[in-house]
């Protein structure tokens, strides 16, 4: 992903102004937590569906494999590991990229669907990157979160729910900031996806800055108001509200951008202070008390969509 001020001046002008009108074109009919070695306890009476111990061990896991670049031999392997974790898990080929595969899971109902995704892939550069909260915790969320809805009380005609964890969403070298047009070096999985399944998406919810210590998620600037309202409204029933914030904060080009280009309203939950671009991005940065947080948050707004 890159922030605001590398879409400007890396992206051109033509992309960046593009990404800014996102803002206004889409639509739909706080402070953070401290660390913690385990997850603090649900508010008496909120609803607890998803499983942090699980999403911890699979970010631990990730982060275990190491340096996970899109097309690295690694990084296959795991996919096979991940791929049967999510619902009907499936790979789909990300066109020109044979390395590349986007892994797919799906919750049946009726279309069009939501998706929540989160990228699987680290950066190639630095050397040693691991990605605990660049990928890896955004991925274990994602598993998670399949997870819980998996085992809440289906009902006839509820909304289908797709699983999508995104291969190649960092570009083939270097980092996003290096990058003279990182939505099409990067975002080569999210992009597939898209083109691939035209008119199929209602919403979608983007994890990836999402286990740090001190989490703050505000509303990244490109992502649709009226989602992140009912995403504030979840988090306030789960009892996880002091995460989450009304504020705005900078427009970041990531994995929910092709979608918001094809028109799907979509949210961005990252915490862009976080250091997800260098080596300091280890699990002792991450707490799963936050990671609990927006598993419990976004797996209620999620319930409530397929209404």
């Known amino acids: 992903m890159l922030g605001a001020t590398g879409a400007t001046v890396g992206l051109g002008r033509k992309t960046a102004l593009l990404l800014l009108a996102i803002v206004l074109g889409v ?28 999403a911890w061990r699979l970010t631990k896991r990730q982060v275990e494999v190491g340096q996970r670049p899109a097309g690295s031999p690694q990084l296959q392997r795991l996919a096979s590991e991940l791929r049967p974790m999510l619902p009907q898990g499936r790979f789909e080929a990300i066109p020109g990229e044979p390395a590349l595969r986007n892994i797919v899971g799906t919750l049946p109902g009726r279309q069009p669907a939501i998706v929540v995704g989160a990228h699987y892939d680290t950066l190639a550069a630095p050397k040693g990157f691991v990605g605990a909260n660049n990928g890896a915790a955004g991925t274990a969320a994602v598993i998670a979160i399949a997870r819980a809805l998996s085992e809440a009380p289906g009902r006839a005609g509820q909304r289908e729910v797709d699983f999508v964890l995104f291969d190649g969403e960092e570009p083939a070298e270097g980092t996003p900031e290096e990058s003279k047009d990182f939505l099409n070096e990067g975002l080569r999985g999210s992009r597939a996806y898209v083109e691939a399944h035209p008119g199929e998406t209602m919403a979608m919810v983007l994890l990836d800055y999402v286990a740090n210590r001190d989490l703050e998620l505000r509303r990244e600037a490109n992502s649709t108001p009226q989602l992140w309202r009912r995403l504030l409204a979840a988090a306030d029933v789960v009892g996880k509200s002091q995460y989450f914030s009304a504020a705005t904060g900078p427009a970041i080009a990531d994995d929910h951008a092709p979608f918001l280009l094809d028109g799907v309203p979509a949210i961005d939950l990252i915490d862009w202070k976080y250091p997800g671009h260098s080596l300091k991005d280890g699990l002792d940065r991450l707490s799963p008390q936050s990671l609990d947080a927006v598993g419990e948050a976004v797996t209620q707004l999620v319930l409530e969509l397929r209404e």
């Open 27 to 54: 639509g739909l009919g706080a402070c953070g937590g401290s660390a913690t070695s385990t997850p603090a306890e649900a508010p008496a009476g909120a609803p607890d569906r998803f499983d942090s111990e699980l």
